[in-house]
Nanobody, 123 residues
Framework: QVQVAESGGGLVQAGGSLRLSCAAS????????MGWFRQATGKKREFVAA????????NYLPSLNGRFTIARGNAKNTMYLQMNSLKPEDTAIYYC????????????????WGQGIQVTVSS
């Protein structure tokens, strides 16, 4: 079993930045693809970004237009999401997820999920 935990959320003004962190523990997670999803109130869960097990390949929600950057930490079981130029529409609960090699936008292919962390962007 793999346990996943997010940290780093909070309240920020529009135009500001936040860095989310994700740590996975349990089984060896060095070979897992990892991703970020978000869910705003009243909306479906949405793919944000994902990264391959080796940290080389990434996928992003196209509408982010380069504002967010996903990266793996020095420890294989860590991952980060740097969020810049935040907008009120980025307000959501952000979830970290782990999969077996998959690093795409289909949330059904991620078996391990964190509990989520709130990000609120004020206007």
């Amino acid at each position: 079993q793999v346990q996943v935990a997010e940290s780093g959320g909070g309240l920020v003004q529009a135009g500001g930045s936040l860095r989310l962190s994700c740590a996975a523990s349990g089984r060896t997670v060095g070979d897992y693809g990892m991703g970020w999803f978000r869910q705003a109130t009243g909306k479906k869960r949405e793919f944000v970004a994902a990264i391959s097990w080796d940290g080389i390949r990434t996928n992003y929600l196209p509408s982010l237009n380069g504002r967010f950057t996903i990266a793996r930490g020095n420890a294989k079981n860590t991952m980060y999401l740097q969020m810049n130029s935040l907008k009120p529409e980025d307000t959501a609960i952000y979830y970290c997820a782990c999969s077996g090699y998959y690093y795409g936008d289909d949330n059904a292919r991620y078996p391990y999920w964190g509990q989520g962390i709130q990000v609120t962007v004020s206007s």
